[in-house]
T-cell receptor, first 111, second 116 residues
């Protein structure tokens, strides 16, 4: 059974810092891994999707990597801004199954 | 904006009642998935519908049921509500079933259900 874990659970950093969010999964047989952003009480916004054959994806200040052999993915946020404050969720898609989410990392970026 | 809408935004019910939540998918999306997100947790998959038929189900009891309609709208019905059903309910639409590695699900804003 696929399990997804995210570390840390919460993170508070000053504006301008580069930071890394971690996601680990127990079964390497996945179609893809996706990172989402969730603002308080809101739905999910897809940030990056990494296919199982890919190693990383980039969008603006965001870079996500995937290492299937070790069961890990990282989301790198460069030059963080207060507007980046949100909960970040990773989700693995096992073969033939639906999205399995981690519990998220709650990020606060203060001015 | 993802083009996926949900109603109502908030809802309060009492234990034992029944509730219907609604979702309108992006035009042309054949697949809708429903998730339950308890406070402080990640979303948990409830079930998925493809072209009006159930296409997979998570670890939820039969009192959680759904419908999908030809006009890209869908419903989540929960009978005999329990206190633990209090959560944010999210629907997500996608173009196809989960058969390709590039498939992306587009999430709605959610319905916050409180059971007293």
């Amino acid at each position: 059974k696929q399990e997804v874990t995210q570390i840390p659970a919460a993170l508070s950093v000053p504006e301008g810092e580069n930071l890394v969010l971690n996601c680990s999964f127990t079964d390497s047989a996945i179609y893809n891994l996706q990172w989402f952003r969730q603002d308080p009480g809101k739905g999910l916004t897809s940030l990056l999707l990494i296919q199982s054959s890919q190693r990383e994806q980039t969008s603006g200040r965001l870079n996500a990597s995937l290492d299937k052999s070790s069961g890990r993915s990282t989301l790198y946020i460069a030059a963080s801004q207060p507007g980046d404050s949100a909960t970040y969720l990773c989700a693995a898609r096992p073969l033939g199954d639906k999205l399995i989410f981690g519990t998220g990392t709650r990020l606060q970026v203060f001015p | 904006e993802t083009g996926v809408t949900q109603s109502p935004t908030h809802l309060i019910k009492t234990r034992g009642q029944q509730v219907t939540l609604r979702c309108s998918s992006q035009s042309g999306h054949n697949t809708v998935s429903w998730y339950q997100q308890a406070l402080g947790q990640g979303p948990q998959f409830i079930f998925q519908y493809y072209r009006e038929e159930e296409n997979g189900r998570g670890n939820f009891p039969p009192r959680f049921s759904g419908l999908q309609f030809p006009n890209y709208s869908s419903e989540l019905n929960v009978n005999a509500l329990e206190l633990d059903d209090s959560a944010l309910y999210l629907c997500a639409s996608s173009l196809n079933r989960d058969t390709t590695s590039t498939d992306t699900q587009y999430f709605g804003p959610g319905t916050r259900l409180t059971v007293l």
